[in-house]
């Protein structure tokens, strides 16, 4: 940590080229998780269209495998494939992708960063000197950045001379409420540049814009975004500008996750160091590996597996039951940091595919008069609130591949213009 508190230098400016790129090719999108790549291939139209998508799995565990769709969803690959870390996967992606490009030239590569720390705030061109402060951010998030960083250094070996870009989680929060940014720490820490980051701001980014399109009324009023997955978070927005997001510093804190404990009693991670005598590094492997929904049930980090448990294990229950109260919870208070709430949009593979976790979620927010449809949430539908319901409440499959596409078009100067009003308000 000792190489993040210091004082805050000048920020790193985007990169802004003297000219569009004019030769035609695609964008790569590139979107690192613990042991997945995800990517896909964009035209470099306005907008990008998409024109292949899939994913490496289970990377460092036995059965890792590519799979991949072509423009019109119909399966081109899935073949299991040597892939012990990320760097070998991004080597075998990258022999993968110079067979099937069909010819088409990669012009651009845009990857998801989780956080760029102090002074890296807004999506930009990687250079040495962006590498060099990414390398010196990886303390603060040891889960995400080095795999990261190592899928940048692969591409760029893979792709020698092709532009790369950092499309950076943190950046559609950069703009939260100096009250919302503030953590409870000696000031000192704060004026360093300690505070409230937030993440899955390429997600929310990409919900919002959605959400414009689908509902724009709602989309200008106050919304609750409920990116819930392995990971999860919670974003309010207010006139289309992020009010408040529950997680802070680093991406362990906020809701109960799927191996992360989210907020908790800060005397307790003092009292489990010493009692446990663990290190800062065997601490920081506990809150991001042991804890959350596989800590609290012992079985399982994976909702759809608890939900399938809970009427046998009273352990998987509970798991259940915390994640979803700590959600309404979260809700209750953005709800009422906003004074009121218009709409809650759920994303992420639980708010998207787990009809019983939305369900009990909105249990007993009837008095913001909010109301979930049954028939509607069981089957999955794009708005399932009731025709009674006072708080319109969405499903919204999320895109970040799709977003990371635009923004790196929008970097390297592919599209004069992103076509998007999200994007042209430098997505905040």
């Known amino acids: ?25 695609c964008v790569l999108a590139i979107n690192g998780g613990s042991s997945s790549i995800k990517f896909a291939v964009y035209t470099t139209g306005n907008p990008p ?9 289970r990377i460092g565990r036995q059965g890792a495998a590519l799979s991949a769709k072509d423009a019109a969803g119909q399966v081109i ?21 110079r067979q099937h490009l069909d010819g088409a030239v990669i012009t651009a590569i845009g990857h998801r960063v989780v956080l760029g720390g102090v002074r890296l705030s807004e999506h930009q061109r990687i250079t040495d000197e962006v590498l060099a402060e990414l390398r010196r951010t990886v303390p603060v998030d040891l889960a995400h950045l080095p795999r990261e ?28 409420p100096t009250v919302a940014k503030l953590l409870p720490i000696p000031r000192r820490f704060y004026d360093a540049g300690i505070r409230r980051f937030g993440f899955h701001g390429l997600s929310y980014a ?56 989210g907020d908790f009693d800060p005397g307790l991670l003092v009292y489990l160091m010493r009692e446990q005598q663990l290190t800062p590094d065997e601490m920081d492997s506990f809150l991001n590996t ?23 294990d009273a352990r998987a229950a509970d798991a259940v039951a915390l994640f979803c109260y700590q959600a309404r919870k979260w809700i209750g208070s953005y709800a009422a940091a906003m004074g009121g709430l218009d709409a809650v949009v759920f994303s992420g593979g639980i708010g ?31 708005l399932i609130s009731g025709s009674t319901s006072a708080v319109a409440v969405r499903i919204i499959p999320t895109d970040e591949e799709s977003m990371i596409a635009r923004i790196t078009s929008q970097v390297v100067g592919l ?12 997505a905040n």
């Open 352 to 382: 998207e595919h787990s009809a019983p976790a939305r369900a009990e979620i909105c249990a007993g927010l009837d008095f913001f008069g909010l109301r979930i449809d049954a028939e509607k949430n069981a089957a999955g539908d794009a």
């Open 149 to 176: 960083i190592a899928l940048i250094e692969a591409f760029g070996r893979g792709f020698p001379g092709v532009p790369q870009v950092a499309c950076f989680d943190t950046a559609f929060h950069q703009d939260l």
């Open 206 to 261: 990409y919900l919002l814009e959605d959400l414009r399109r689908v509902a724009p009324i709602e989309a200008a009023g106050r919304v609750i975004f409920a990116h819930l997955g392995s990971g999860a978070s919670m974003a309010a927005v207010h006139g289309g500008k992020p009010i408040d997001t529950s997680m802070a510093f680093t991406p362990t804190a906020g809701l109960v996750m799927g191996t992360r404990p």
């Open 415 to 426: 599209t004069g213009t992103t076509g998007t009003a999200l994007l042209d308000e430098g």
């Open 1 to 25: 940590m000792t190489s993040i508190i210091q004082p805050a230098a000048p920020q790193i400016a985007p990169f802004m080229p003297p000219r569009a790129v004019a030769t035609p090719g």
């Open 77 to 97: 690959e899935e073949s299991p494939l040597e892939a012990a870390d990320h760097p070998a996967a991004a080597e075998a992606l990258i022999q993968w992708l």
């Open 49 to 57: 269209a998409r024109t292949l998508v899939g994913q490496v799995e």
């Open 290 to 312: 042991q804890c959350g929904l596989l800590g609290v049930s012992e079985t399982s980090s994976d909702m759809r597996d608890l939900i399938a448990r809970r009427g046998s």
